[in-house]
């Protein structure tokens, strides 16, 4: 994401699941207990599966703006261990309270019932049984009666009612638009090192995105006329009955997220092979310019790092407040303002630049992932910066939000030039406000890595970050397997001097 700154910087169409020898075990859930959660797990002999599938079926009440849905998860068990638990995210929650919502306007002293959001999970089903399950702290925690082996199979079904909170946020629904983004339950990342799957709940600073390269195959029932905007590609259609029926697919995506709307219009361009659409309401001339910046933004880095991996590309005009947000193959923007088609480095706006890191970040984030909780600077810092690499190359070294923003004095280290106490990168709990965490992750960290082209040279530079592309494309990057492909590249000393900048070592 990038936060918009002054200038400068049911009916569900709730298919019945069939299943063998299926039997229902009742648990306990912490959250909402009137409610019981009912899970399951089914297992499977044969190992098939290259990643995680989810397939979900999907009704939208505009009215009461719910999703009532069924999702059923296929996994298989990679990490070399047995697993006695499995764990989903459950990031919707967060807007249960007004001190847990992401916090990318301004900041909220009191909301009324209609601006809380919700998941409720209404069933799991399962043929082998649980001990116990839990919903709780953004959180499904599914306790197994036997654990799944590693490299055995399992199959997860579950129900569950989204309540879509009012209001211009990331999953919200404001005048003419709902916005439908991390708000089904997801499969948790278990971490080899410490034995356990990632609970960190969704942080009001920054993002907490963090999740596996998975499949989506998404069936949705929406009311007639609405037009979406999503993850992945539609892949068919039906609007003979009471409601509008779409099924999309998106393969090797890290997420599925959805933006709808009956006002929406479309223009759509293509390069090197990529279908471009830009989602729009009132200013043709606005979505125009933000389609051929992306445009331009995919040819460049498909050139520079390595080319854009999936088959379509969507920009969503919502009212998002305060920034606009990443999501795969898909972006959230803000409401336009009226702009003229095309941009010069005598115009540039706030759009201009978000739509360029926002793009980036199909790269950083989508493509390579991480843990944005934990190292932020492996998707926000290297997407601002690139956004300003991009700015130089096509409009000038010095145009505005250029990479002479970034720009520092002489000395041997970076820290007279930036504002950290702490360490640049840390978890984003440890900030002590969005302000810090933005002047930490959007402008001094990208001084660290124009630093670092200025250190090794432009060829260099540019071939750390193709590598760092190549090696972990769909799959999670760290700060530890960057430092490793900074020092192929380059020599140890510099991989050296990089982490102590990011860890304020080299101050000491």
């Known amino acids: 994401m990038k936060k918009r700154v002054k200038i400068i910087a049911a009916v569900v169409i709730c298919a019945a699941i069939v299943s063998t020898a299926c039997y229902i075990e009742l648990g306990t859930k912490n959250k909402k207990a009137e409610k019981p959660v009912i899970s399951t797990i089914h297992k499977i002999k044969k190992s098939s599966l290259e990643r995680t599938r989810y397939d979900m079926n999907l009704t939208l009440n505009d009215e009461n703006k719910t999703i009532t849905g069924n999702e059923v998860v296929k996994l298989k068990n990679n990490y070399g261990v047995d697993l006695k638990e499995l764990v989903f995210h459950l990031y919707a929650d967060s807007y249960n309270s007004k001190d847990t919502m992401p916090d990318v306007g301004k900041k909220r002293f009191a909301v009324t019932q209609e601006e ?9 089903k399962t043929s082998e049984g649980v001990k116990k399950y839990t919903q709780d702290k953004e959180v499904l925690k599914i306790t197994l009666k036997r654990p799944l082996k590693k490299d055995e199979e399992a199959e997860v079904n579950i129900a569950f009612t989204l309540k879509i909170p009012e209001g211009k946020q990331r999953l919200g629904y404001f005048q003419n638009v709902i916005s439908v983004t991390n708000w089904y339950p997801i499969l948790s990342i278990y971490d080899k090192e410490s034995g356990k799957f990632d609970e960190n709940p969704f942080c009001p600073v920054g993002e907490s995105n963090y999740s596996e390269s998975s499949d989506y195959r998404v069936n949705i029932a929406v009311p007639k006329g609405m037009i979406l ?13 009471a409601l509008d029926k779409y099924s ?8 599925f997220d959805m933006f709808m709307s009956k006002d929406y219009k479309v223009v759509t361009s293509e390069i090197d092979g990529i279908k471009v659409n830009s989602y729009y309401f009132d200013y043709e001339s606005s979505a125009k310019r933000m389609l051929n910046l992306a445009c331009d933004t995919i040819k460049f880095f498909d050139e520079k790092i390595g080319k854009y991996p999936f088959s379509e590309y969507n920009i969503a005009e919502t009212y998002l407040d305060g920034g606009d947000m990443e999501y795969p193959t898909v972006t959230q923007m803000g409401n336009y303002n009226k702009l003229n088609e095309n941009c010069t480095d005598r115009d540039l706006s706030q759009f201009d630049m978000a739509i360029i890191h926002e793009t980036l970040h199909q790269w950083w984030y989508s493509t390579v992932g991480n843990n944005e909780f934990k190292e932020s600077f492996l998707d926000e810092s290297l997407a601002s910066y690139f ?21 520092i004095s002489d000395d041997n280290t970076l ?22 965490y933005e002047t930490a992750i959007y402008t001094d960290a990208p001084k660290v890595i124009e630093r670092l082209r200025q250190k090794v040279g432009d060829e260099k530079f540019i071939d750390i970050f193709k590598e760092y592309y190549k090696n ?5 990057g760290t700060l530890k397997d960057f430092y490793k492909v900074v020092e192929e590249q380059c020599g140890k000393d510099t991989g050296e001097w990089l982490k102590g900048e990011l860890t304020g070592n080299n101050a000491k």
């Not at 809380?116 to 799991?124: E, F, K, R, W």
């Not at 950290?420 to 002590?432: F, G, W």
């Open 248 to 255: 999309f697919e998106a393969k090797d995506n890290r997420d």
């Open 415 to 436: 820290q007279k030039n930036i504002s950290q106490d702490e360490p640049l990168n840390r978890a984003v709990d440890k900030y002590s406000s969005l302000e810090q």
């Open 116 to 124: 809380l959001g919700d998941i409720n999970i209404n069933s799991v």
């Open 472 to 476: 972990y494309k769909f799959k999670i």
């Open 387 to 407: 956004t300003s690499y991009f700015m130089s190359a096509k409009f000038g070294k010095d145009t505005l939000f250029g990479i002479s923003d970034f720009e």
């Open 229 to 241: 905007a999503t993850t992945g590609v539609k892949t068919s259609e039906d609007k003979s009955g």
